[in-house]
């Protein structure tokens, strides 16, 4: 699919798989990477039966780490209902600007440790993090970013990896444990390629994993899963999840769009029952609706909102995502 060009000329499309990612983060600066994100929001406007995995919403809402954070804090609530053994961070605290310093004085010692994250959750920068262990390390925090408490997991990490109905665990390797408390020890800063790929061999994460440490439980995985599905009305996405060291609980650290499905070998046959899934029900739902009587000659010439027939109906919004996060422009072919 070729974004720069009319895509009326290169359907009918019945389904279309991306990962926009890194276009999503430039249209909010870019004017050609907006109009980018317009034609396709536009096609998909008025080809109402066209799937798209996944929604364009629900991908903005994970590009942005205040947002992500947002949800999981609601999914917690939930899970605290059902009485799981779910929990997201001990604290997280949304770094907007340096003004914002003087009040983490004393957040931070009631954390002892911290990761600090950029905000936006893509793009090279996005894997660059520190890891702060005192007051002093606040003044290398640069903004704005999301600041989560460090919980030692004894080097492993769980990494979910989400395909439609299916879901698959993976372990890897993760920063090891450090004792609490503040100490003096400088701020470690680290790319989470470098320590948590399955190739890994980091000095951080050079540590024997606990034996006795059970993994995340097959309840709390589909539970976390399923709420998580729910909320976004996505059916590519990862899930990191970390055992608390001390508590054994299970605790959420990040979500990702579309990941690169390492490890999960049966990741191609799972898309294909996926896609194939899709579409059975997608035929089955335009047998018995009428389709627009007209289509336009370009699809930039309309921005009507559609309606969506499950199961590509967004249910995150009924607005678009043009509607929702870019301002109206018009865009010829």
Do not use: W
Not at 7 to 17: A, H, K, R
Not at 100 to 120: G, I, P, W, Y
Not at 148 to 174: C, W
Not at 183 to 189: A, H, M, S
Request: net charge negative.
């Amino acid at each position: 699919v070729d974004l720069t060009k009319c895509l009326n000329s290169q359907g009918p499309f019945d389904l279309i798989i991306h990962k926009l990612s890194d276009l999503l983060v430039e249209a909010g600066q870019d004017l050609t990477s907006h109009h980018l994100v317009q034609r396709l929001q536009v096609y998909l406007d008025t080809h109402p039966f066209t799937i798209l995995l996944d929604p364009l919403p629900a991908l903005h809402t994970l590009l942005d780490r205040f947002q992500s954070y947002h949800l999981l804090r609601s999914l917690e609530s939930r899970s605290q209902e059902m009485d799981l053994k779910f929990h997201v961070y001990k604290l997280v605290v949304e770094i907007v600007s340096t003004c914002f310093f003087n009040d983490l004085k004393m957040t931070v010692v009631v954390f002892s440790h911290a990761v600090c994250k950029t905000r936006v959750a893509h793009g090279p920068r996005s894997h660059e993090m520190s890891l702060i262990f005192n007051e002093q390390g606040l003044k290398e925090v640069t903004p704005p970013c999301l600041l989560q408490s460090f919980i030692n997991h004894s080097a492993t990490l769980y990494k979910v990896f989400v395909v439609g109905s299916q879901h698959f665990v993976v372990k890897r390797p993760s920063i090891r444990d450090f004792p609490l408390g503040e100490t003096d020890q400088k701020t470690i800063f680290f790319n989470s390629h470098d320590v948590s790929k399955a190739e890994s061999c980091s000095h951080l994460s050079q540590a024997p994993l606990y034996p006795d440490l059970l993994p995340p439980s097959d309840e709390v995985v589909r539970q976390v899963v399923q709420g998580l599905q729910e909320a976004l009305g996505m059916s590519l996405f990862g899930i990191d999840l970390i055992v608390d060291t001390q508590s054994g609980r299970c605790a959420v650290i990040d979500v990702n769009a579309f990941p690169g499905y390492e490890g999960v070998p049966e990741f191609f046959s799972a898309l294909l029952s996926h896609v194939d899934k899709l579409l059975g029900s997608n035929q089955e739902q335009t047998s018995i609706m009428e389709l627009p009587a007209s289509v336009p000659q370009c699809e930039e010439h309309s921005t009507e909102r559609r309606s969506l027939p499950e199961p590509c109906k967004r249910q995150l919004s009924s607005s678009s995502y043009f509607n929702m996060y870019t301002p109206p422009l018009s865009a010829d072919c």
